[in-house]
């Protein structure tokens, strides 16, 4: 039987820090809360830095162990309790999360800063509460080994991503906030319909136990591809993605950063660890396949529509639906992987590396474009002279970020999408290479664009509308550089993602 | 057909009336009173699941009655929070429609 995530009896040593990345960020919210404007940001700015040291000393407890790391909420353990259950995949995406989330709270200091002598407003303090939520329920989203848990997460994720869209109060902001709200309640009610059949089916919520009991019958069907529908939703993968551009572009920089870096990734996560974990032996190849086929229009669809763009914030926006038809991309590989009797790591870690370097290089974009704004009173891309002039800082962490998604070399996404091309090709999966290849060549083109027009020579007599401070700008080259660098994770000795999960058995195979 | 059954197909009408209306309905008011009968349809199911799995001498399965009234709270606070963005452009537009007209104009950056 398919038996990847057998929960231990016991709490292991350092299970307590799973507790801690989770309650120090709702701390925070709270905290926030009771201190307002001025104090929620002191309190969020030093959440951020004891959120960055819990994750690290989550990931050397995982190291050192070489076991996931596990809570048994209460002593009690599955299925009459609730197990927080860390392995290598949660935890990279716990300190990817808590990296991108410390840049985007330095950048914010700037935009959503209260300085003495000014009156405190309602958006810097709801932006900080906002922005330690988010952490918090992502973080719960990567250690929640429950489903109902997890159905929870995702609520908490939606209720503090959506404000953030609406953070402007403009009309149309709000009318992004409500469409996404509409969007991300279909997907969760699909996905708590899908986990209740679950339970009606095989009387337990607890990953671990469930992956044992699941075998391929009607009613795993039905919830497996109710659950699946409901986080395609959340995560807008083509064609559920139509209100992800007009809510990116239109929130703040800072929140578009946290929507289109991180939001999207927590719905993205439960389902690779539906398809990769929970039902192994229950999914198929064809289906891993249609994923993947609407990745791939995800990819073509995105890139396309984003050179037509003529803001570029949209532009930034759509590319994000163009990337993550990369992330759908692993499924039909990692099966393939594993139909062959072939460790399936090239394909995972594939997908989890474009994951952290779509995270960093898009939060570094969508910074650089609201520095761009600030600078030059407008974003359009016909208009975008000077800005290297005044923003040479920004526009290098604008073409480093642009390089990683186009996958040029040494950067994360150079090594995720040649980690996918090489499990593509190992499985005979040859079109899936050529999609990323041309999806490359048209990001590449649109990237390319934007950085020529920025080299433009400024007209004469001309200056820039506000000067930005020079900590936002390394803030911006600082999360550019981690998704430029990302390459280099090739030479680390240890495969981190692989940690406390077995090597699972092939699709369909008993 | 007994009792659980019975309530599991209402569960399913519930379900399949509140998607059709999610989808066809333009309104954001309707689409959220939709979102409300889905969510009814898996509490149903959820407790209908329940009653079916009692042990012997039970009149239920504990654990399904006590994730249904989390799962009421969460759908009550989603159902809140749309209702106060809805009110909250009714206030800023005059209108409450979701109609994309302008998503060329992200009016701020």
Redesign the interface.
Known sequence: MPHSLSTPDVTTPGGLLLVLAVLVPFVGVLAGMVLGGRGARRVALATLAAGLAIAIAIADTLVRSGAAVVYLLGGWTPPLGVALRADGLAVIMLLAVAVVIGGIGVYARADFGTPPGVREARAPFVFWTLLLAVWGSLNLVFVSGDL?TL??AL?LL??AG?PLV?L????????????Y??YA??G??LY??GA??L??AY?T?DIGLLAARVHPEPVTWAAAALMTVGLLAKTALFPLH?WL??AH?????AASAVLSGLVIKGSWFLAVRLWLDVFVGVVTLPSAQTLAALGAAAILVGNIVALRQ??L??LIAYSTVAQIGYLFLMFPLAAGLAAAQLDDAAAVNGGLLQAISHATAKAAMFMA??L???TLGH?RIADLRGVARALPMTLVAFALGGASLIGLPPSGGFLAKWLLVSAAITTAQWWWALVMLVGGLLTSAYVFIVVVRALAPAPEGWTPKASVPCYQQVAVLALALCSFLLGLAVLCPVDVAGIGRAVVPGIGSP | MNTPTLFGLCAVAL?GVGLYG?IVNPQ?LR??LA?NL??SG?FL??GA?AR??AAVGMGGDP??QA?LI??IV??F??TA??VA??L??FD??GSV??A?D????????
């Open positions: 109902f159905y929870v609520e939606t209720f959506v609406s402007g109060g403009q009309p149309e902001t709000l009318r992004s906030a409500l469409r709200l509409l309640l279909f969760s009610v708590l319909l209740v059949l339970y009606g009387g919520l139509l551009p007009p572009a239109g929130a703040p920089a003529a803001r914030k949209l474009a609201g761009v704004y600030t974003d | 379900v999610l954001p689409k959220i979102f889905i969510g898996v199911l959820f699941i079916r799995g654990v399904p994730l989390t799962g969460v759908a606070s989603a929070l749309a963005l809805v909250r452009l800023e537009a429609t979701l994309p302008a998503p060329a104009e992200p009016p701020d950056a």
